[in-house]
């Protein structure tokens, strides 16, 4: 077999591949013989229809059937000669089997580009100071709160249900066909997440205390966009059993509630404890935002053309994590006003530069020799063992069996490239520019 590359652009490749007669010519006969013992004609026995005839008859489609298979099983190791990595199958632009001829066709198909990666040292990168945002250190001192809250009998004199209370229900009935059934439902007034069925809070909270040991049968329309498609304009009709209702007590925010947490002596230590957690993770965001913007600036120094093929599966698997986390929340993609094509163009410009960033990373990465050590690998994967409770041994295999393992090898070796590239830049700490005031009056025309 011989073969030519050419190269059509930055990232497109053309092969012309030949293979010889005498290699083709005992392929073609053995399919003809093939044909001659399974072809049915009138006038001939099963097996005795000559050569001829079949050449005559079938003759262009084996040709077709062959040069499909030969294209298949030399394409690869032709395009391996060049040492090139084809991103596409090839789109054949000819192909020619004749008789007593070499087999000859030409290929395009798509190449990562060769990127040389240049003025990646000594960028200037901004890097926002870490701030430890007083309102985040209150909502996560509202959600221990809330973890210590005690449900207590409804205080004496009350007769009504109010927001807090939580009931506890036997629920037996159905949304349209969809049969509900649940016992011993602890439905928290005024919390969506705890109904079981969507609205059913409201029919709870408009009680009274003295329900309490009785049931009854309601009727409603649920909430249309915290309901499945299928149910969608369906009434819920249940028999509901009020087993107990009992109200939501917070604890004061003081240092005995400090000590309950475990976590401090004190409510002053507690919420500095809270303001380093904080502090700490907005640190993290600040080094992720700056290491952006330098990717960025590298970007722009190193222009180069991508295959048109790495950006679609990049986008396709952009889409694809959208649509599964809105089918998490519940959410139709319908409902927000999107298709696929139009999420698609939303999603390129993004998969565009995660395509581009990783490229180029990977260039560096080659340039500068950096790769993950076998022991930097172990040290992750005990990490992330003790942080999922799970035995290293058994992680380790099932991560191997799902390729989590390559992509977890691909992560930590991109971080150490950015790491490298952020030792090597001139990074300066400075705040994010506020934002620019719109113009009073809206825009106007120039004259």
């Given at each position: 077999?011989?073969?030519?590359?050419?190269?059509?652009?930055?990232?497109?490749?053309?092969?012309?591949?030949?293979?010889?007669?005498?290699?083709?010519?005992?392929?073609?006969?053995?399919?003809?013989?093939?044909?001659?013992?399974?072809?049915?004609?009138?006038?001939?026995?099963?097996?005795?229809?000559?050569?001829?005839?079949?050449?005559r008859l079938f003759g262009k489609s084996v040709r077709e059937e062959?040069?499909?298979?030969?294209?298949?099983?030399?394409?690869?190791?032709?395009?391996?000669?060049?040492?090139?990595?084809?991103?596409?199958?090839?789109?054949?632009?000819?192909?020619?089997?004749?008789?007593?001829?070499?087999?000859?066709?030409?290929?395009?198909?798509?190449?990562?580009?060769?990127?040389?990666?240049?003025?990646?040292?000594?960028?200037?990168?901004?890097?926002?100071?870490?701030?430890?945002?007083?309102?985040?250190?209150?909502?996560?001192?509202?959600?221990?709160?809330?973890?210590?809250?005690?449900?207590?009998?409804?205080?004496?004199?009350?007769?009504?249900?109010?927001?807090?209370?939580?009931?506890?229900?036997?629920?037996?009935?159905?949304?349209?066909?969809?049969?509900?059934?649940?016992?011993?439902?602890?439905?928290?007034?005024?919390?969506?997440?705890?109904?079981v069925v969507p609205g059913l809070g409201a029919e709870l909270a408009?009680?009274?205390?003295?329900?309490?040991?009785?049931?009854?049968?309601?009727?409603?329309?649920?909430?249309?966009?915290?309901?499945?498609?299928?149910?969608?304009?369906?009434?819920?009709?249940?028999?509901?059993?009020?087993?107990?209702?009992?109200?939501?007590?917070?604890?004061?925010?003081?240092?005995?509630?400090?000590?309950?947490?475990?976590?401090?002596?004190?409510?002053?230590?507690?919420?500095?404890?809270?303001?380093?957690?904080?502090?700490?993770?907005?640190?993290?965001?600040?080094?992720?935002?700056?290491?952006?913007?330098?990717?960025?600036?590298?970007?722009?120094?190193?222009?180069?053309?991508?295959?048109?093929?790495?950006?679609?599966?990049?986008?396709?698997?952009?889409?694809?994590?959208?649509?599964?986390?809105?089918?998490?929340?519940?959410?139709?993609?319908?409902?927000?006003?999107?298709?696929?094509?139009?999420?698609?163009?939303?999603?390129?410009?993004?998969?565009?530069?995660?395509?581009?960033?990783?490229?180029?990373?990977?260039?560096?990465?080659?340039?500068?020799?950096?790769n993950v050590t076998s022991e930097e690998l172990d040290v992750e994967?005990?990490?992330?063992?003790?942080?999922?409770?799970?035995?290293?041994?058994?992680?380790?295999?099932?991560?191997?069996?799902?390729?989590?393992?390559?992509?977890?090898?691909?992560?930590?070796?991109?971080?150490?490239?950015?790491?490298?590239?952020?030792?090597?830049?001139?990074?300066?700490?400075?705040?994010?520019?506020?934002?620019?005031?719109?113009?009073?009056?809206?825009?106007?025309?120039?004259?």
């Open positions: 077999m011989e073969s030519q590359l050419e190269k059509i652009s930055a990232v497109e490749c053309r092969v012309r591949v030949q293979i010889p007669w005498e290699a083709v010519s005992p392929r073609l006969n053995a399919k003809v013989r093939d044909l001659q013992r399974k072809a049915k004609l009138p006038g001939f026995r099963p097996g005795k229809v000559p050569a001829q005839m079949i050449e062959l040069a499909r298979e030969l294209v298949e099983e030399t394409f690869q190791s032709a395009v391996l000669r060049h040492q090139k990595v084809p991103l596409t199958q090839p789109a054949l632009e000819s192909e020619t089997l004749d008789h007593g001829q070499p087999f000859v066709y030409a290929a395009r198909f798509e190449v990562p580009p060769e990127i040389t990666p240049k003025d990646y040292t000594g960028v200037a990168v901004r890097r926002r100071p870490a701030v430890a945002d007083e309102a985040q250190v209150e909502t996560r001192l509202k959600a221990k709160q809330e973890e210590l809250a005690e449900l207590r009998p409804v205080a004496e004199g009350r007769t009504t249900t109010q927001p807090g209370d939580v009931w506890t229900v036997d629920i037996e009935g159905s949304i349209g066909d969809t049969r509900v059934s649940r016992k011993d439902a602890a439905i928290e007034i005024g919390k969506e997440s705890t109904e408009a009680l009274n205390l003295d329900a309490v040991g009785t049931s009854r049968q309601v009727r409603f329309t649920p909430p249309q966009e915290r309901l499945r498609a299928d149910l969608r304009g369906k009434d819920a009709v249940l028999t509901l059993g009020f087993r107990d209702v009992r109200e939501r007590h917070l604890p004061a925010l003081d240092d005995d509630f400090a000590r309950d947490t475990g976590e401090a002596e004190s409510m002053d230590e507690l919420r500095a404890k809270i303001s380093a957690a904080v502090l700490a993770e907005d640190a993290e965001v600040a080094e992720r935002d700056a290491r952006q913007r330098l990717v960025t600036t590298l970007l722009e120094r190193n222009d180069f053309e991508v295959a048109p093929s790495l950006i679609a599966r990049e986008v396709e698997a952009q889409v694809d994590l959208f649509k599964r986390q809105l089918a998490q929340q519940g959410v139709d993609l319908r409902r927000l006003g999107l298709n696929d094509q139009g999420l698609s163009q939303q999603m390129r410009p993004q998969a565009t530069f995660n395509v581009k960033a990783f490229l180029l990373l990977d260039a560096i990465g080659k340039a500068e020799s950096i994967l005990k990490k992330l063992a003790e942080e999922r409770g799970q035995n290293i041994d058994r992680m380790r295999a099932t991560m191997e069996k799902n390729n989590e393992l390559l992509l977890l090898t691909a992560q930590l070796r991109e971080e150490k490239i950015l790491d490298l590239l952020m030792s090597k830049s001139e990074v300066t700490e400075a705040p994010d520019p506020e934002p620019e005031p719109e113009p009073a009056g809206g825009d106007t025309a120039a004259s």
